[in-house]
Each structure stands twice: as structure tokens, then as C-alpha cells.
Nanobody, 122 residues
Framework: VQLQASGGGLVQDGGSLRLSCSAS????????VGWFRQAPGKEREFVAT????????YYKASVKGRFTVSRDNAKNTAYLQMKSLKSEDSAVYYC????????????????WGQGTQVTVSS
């Protein structure tokens, strides 16, 4: 499956953004989708996961309550709604798919998008 993340940009502290992850080919509809982020000089970190049918979601503790992951399998697209953004949320955000049921580790994902930059200014 080929993935393309989009929707990033520059936003002020406390603002909102919605990221999209569009898929083509492959088995997007039967795969879990994960969101990860990587800030300069830091390792890639898990942000959120949604199971193939959207029934279960997992979040990094620091984004829980502010970020919401969702998906529309009819459109082969997943979303990450981000609210109350903070400067520490600034990073390149990646989406990925996995055949695992509820993956949260990067090594469990086998297809990755190219990333979209999110910059939160304070």
C-alpha cells in the first residue's frame, strides 16, 4: 500500500490541524493505521493507532484528550485531528499501516508515508 500524509502546516500555540493519510493499492481497509512523529534530533515516536475497523484506538499519553485518530475506509483515508497544539508537538508526522491488530511500535508497521511537517509557534 502507498501512503501519503498531508495537512501539516504552521499553527499558533493552542491551534488545531487535521492530518490526512491517503492510501492507494494494498490492503488499507484491513490494516491498522498508526501515526508517528519525529522532531529534529529525536527518535521517531508513536502518537496514535486505530484498528482496521476503527473500533479501538490508542494514544501517546501526552496527546490523549487533544488528538483524535479516525478513518474512513470507503475513502481509503485516515485522519489525525489535533487540537490544543503545543510547541512540543512540532515534528514531521508520518502515517503507516500494519497487519497487526493494534500495533503501537514502529517495527510493527510495514508501509510508511512520506511525512508532513507540523510546526507550532509559541
Amino acid at each position: 500500500v502507498q501512503l501519503q500524509a498531508s495537512g501539516g502546516g504552521l499553527v499558533q500555540d493552542g491551534g488545531s490541524l487535521r492530518l490526512s493519510c491517503s492510501a492507494s493499492g494494498g490492503t488499507f481497509r484491513t490494516n491498522a493505521v498508526g501515526w508517528f512523529r519525529q522532531a529534529p534530533g529525536k527518535e521517531r515516536e508513536f502518537v496514535a493507532t486505530i484498528t482496521w475497523n476503527g473500533g479501538i484506538t490508542y494514544y501517546k499519553a501526552s496527546v490523549k484528550g487533544r488528538f483524535t485518530v479516525s478513518r474512513d475506509n470507503a475513502k481509503n483515508t485516515a485522519y489525525l485531528q489535533m487540537k490544543s497544539l503545543k510547541s512540543e508537538d512540532s515534528a514531521v508526522y508520518y502515517c503507516a499501516t500494519s497487519s497487526a491488530i493494534s500495533p503501537t511500535e514502529a517495527k510493527m508497521f510495514d508501509s510508511w508515508g512520506q511525512g508532513t511537517q507540523v510546526t507550532v509557534s509559541s
